[in-house]
Nanobody, 127 residues
Framework: QVQLVESGGGLVQAGGSLRLSCAAS????????MGWFRQAPGKERGFVAS????????YYADSMKGRFTISRDNAKKMVYLEMNSLKAEDTAVYYC????????????????????WGQGTQVTVSS
């Protein structure tokens, strides 16, 4: 497992943008599939986006397509989530996740596929 630390959350008006960052430890970061999940109040944690180790493949939940962009910088061991056109329903705690074990797929979208999690960062979108 690796340590993950999210940052960049905050309060933003509807229609605005935020960029979340996730700093990772680990010597083989470029091999990890990375993901973002979120948990809104009273709801289960759900998938947001995933990115392959090289960064060449990404995958998004349907409601995020066209608004959110996941990216990574392997040299800096960082993963980012650029969020645009934010809506009130995007309000949630956002979690960074890493899959550090062997991967036979380029991306993963289920919680059980990831073995390391950050503490989360709160995003609040006011309407």
């Amino acid at each position: 497992q690796v340590q993950l630390v999210e940052s960049g959350g905050g309060l933003v008006q509807a229609g605005g943008s935020l960029r979340l960052s996730c700093a990772a430890s680990g010597r083989t970061f470029s091999r990890y599939v990375m993901g973002w999940f979120r948990q809104a109040p009273g709801k289960e944690r759900g998938f947001v986006a995933s990115i392959s180790g090289s960064g060449g493949t990404t995958y998004y939940a349907d409601s995020m397509k066209g608004r959110f962009t996941i990216s990574r910088d392997n040299a800096k061991k960082m993963v980012y989530l650029e969020m645009n056109s934010l809506k009130a329903e995007d309000t949630a705690v956002y979690y960074c996740a890493a899959r550090t074990v062997y991967s036979d797929s380029l991306i993963y979208y289920t919680e059980r596929s990831y073995d390391s999690w950050g503490q989360g960062t709160q995003v609040t979108v006011s309407s």
